[in-house]
């Protein structure tokens, strides 16, 4: 079965960074680009990074650009996402999604077949 299982560290202060992790099983993880997005309580869903396949290819919303990266480990089917320098406006569930081809049109989540179930950040003091 396709899994996509996001997880993170859940409370974290201002200023802090957070390492999340997007870890697949079930399908070949290595023909597929990876994507964060988050939501808000209220809000629309953000698209905040994507990567392509073998790195050869990255995308960062305007929102993480300067303080976020985003790798991935194909041996370990893992797609990683730090940010750094966070603020309570980072605080949402972030979801991973799996794509079979990206490009600039990243941001549109109707080109992401499969969702994990998402991991929750809270920015707080």
């Known amino acids: 079965q396709v899994q996509l299982q996001a997880s993170g560290e859940g409370l974290v202060q201002p200023g802090d960074s957070v390492r999340l992790s997007c870890v697949g099983s079930g399908f070949d993880f290595s023909w597929y680009a990876i994507g964060w997005f988050r939501q808000a309580s209220g809000k629309e869903r953000e698209a905040v990074a994507s990567i392509s396949t073998s790195d050869e290819a990255i995308y960062y919303g305007d929102s993480v650009k300067g303080r976020s990266t985003i790798s991935r480990d194909n041996a370990k089917n893992t797609v990683y996402l730090h940010i750094d320098s966070l603020t309570p406006g980072d605080t949402a569930v972030y979801y991973c999604?799996?794509?079979?081809?990206?490009?600039?049109?990243?941001?549109?989540?109707?080109?992401?077949?499969?969702w994990g179930q998402g991991t929750r950040v809270t920015v707080s003091s």
């Open positions: 999604g799996r794509a079979f081809a990206l490009g600039n049109n990243w941001r549109n989540i109707n080109n992401y077949d499969y």
